[in-house]
């Protein structure tokens, strides 16, 4: 079966798609000087690439002392589609085809994390870059991770920071690496600069002794659904103070019916890392094997109360109530029209859910020319991914293959819905759709 690209959850082991992924924090693994191990991070934070390009990531694990250790090569590291992005053991991915993949971190002692990868079209060009957080604000010795956003011609975005140069004004009082991560040196102030292909941003620093300002975290953003037996928490979490925090504990909660104490079990826990001052980083979380029927659930972010706050009643969001159907998910192709100038043929595919629950990250693979029936698994021509679609709905898909027949024949083609069976489904057998193709 392929691996879903969305919504991944390897035994409730998720973490945040940005550049510092957070991760589960059960493990027993002793960091270099006898200290537990809270959790690994990656960076850079969602980059995008265009074919052909390598990015180099790193994995960094933080522990329960508050030190900090690089890992790149001692985690395993997974593309969950290899056919958009590859990626070798030590870390640098290869650009294959546009599409999205997540690039997955697995330290040997458990936590996992993970961020997204974008690849851009082979022709789409850089139009614009802007750094985040701008300003920042970081303690002298702490560090923060600057994001460089960038477009693309083709209607693309994300973070190229690892294609960029970065440069400070002043390397005394702050200094960059490679992938964006910059350091506080010394109390003071100073710029920094990403430097993108022709484009290029600046943010103002401020770097504090560390006992100016607070922090403040908040749940800015919480959104929950049930499908497939799982909760899906989708968030974002802000730093709205004016100083950076070190790395937090994030708690999220199945059912309660009032919100959660010390003393209360959770659910998910996770390993944020520290996060400069107007910073956010959003996250995903996964409940595994829950039960049909109605959920009241709850996040809550510094729940050890690690991080010296100005506001230390806004940690908790809640309750975010969501229903798991009982039933089951049934995709089908609802119709397909087919545009083609023997150079290139256009798909126009509607895809319908027409059962009593919703459907999250499945696949829909064409089969150009083909005769035979695919098997699941198969790989198609040209594909597409649907990350949710609700019981009731339909979207509609706009899918370009290469090619297409000449003047005297034809291609008869195969549309297959969930074709890796992802989606559980009250009816396997009306996944596939046939149609044939005429030059117009």
Known sequence: ??????????????????????????????????????????????????VDDTIAFESRAFYEDTSVEVVTDLVQWVSTDTRIATIDSNGVATAIAPGVTEIIATHPDGPSAK??????????????????PDPVSVPSGQTAQMVANGSFSD??????????????DNAGTASIGTSGLLTGVSVGSTNVTGTCGAFSDTAPVNVTNGSVGSADLTVSYANVVGVDGQLDFSLIIENDGTSATSSVTLRAYQDLDQAPTSSTPADVTYQLPPLAAGASIPLHLTVDDVSPGTYNTWVWVDATGTANESNENNNVSGPHAVTLSAGEADLMIYSVETLSDGETTLYEVEIENIG???????????????????????YGDA??????????????????????????????????????????????????????????
């Open 356 to 378: 009593e629950s919703d459907a999250s990250s499945f696949y829909v693979d064409i089969f150009v020319d083909q005769l035979a029936d695919p098997e699941v698994g198969d």
């Open 1 to 50: 079966m392929r691996v879903s690209t969305v919504w991944l959850s390897l035994l409730l082991l998720a973490a945040c798609p940005g550049g510092t992924g957070g991760s589960e924090t059960d493990t027993d693994g002793p960091g270099p000087n006898g200290s537990v191990l809270l959790g690994i991070g990656l960076s850079p934070n969602d980059p995008i690439a265009s």
């Open 115 to 132: 961020v997204n990868l974008t690849v851009a079209g082979a022709n789409a060009e850089l139009t614009g870059v802007t750094l985040s």
């Open 155 to 168: 209607g693309s975005s994300g973070n190229v920071a690892a294609s960029c140069t970065w440069t400070t």
């Open 383 to 440: 594909y597409e991914e649907i990350y949710f679609l609700a019981a009731g709905d339909y979207d509609t898909l706009l899918i370009e293959a290469w090619g297409g027949p000449d003047e005297e024949s034809w291609w008869d083609s195969i549309i297959f819905v969930d074709s890796a069976d992802d989606i559980s489904e009250s009816d396997e057998g009306n996944n596939i759709e046939y149609v044939t193709v005429f030059v117009d």
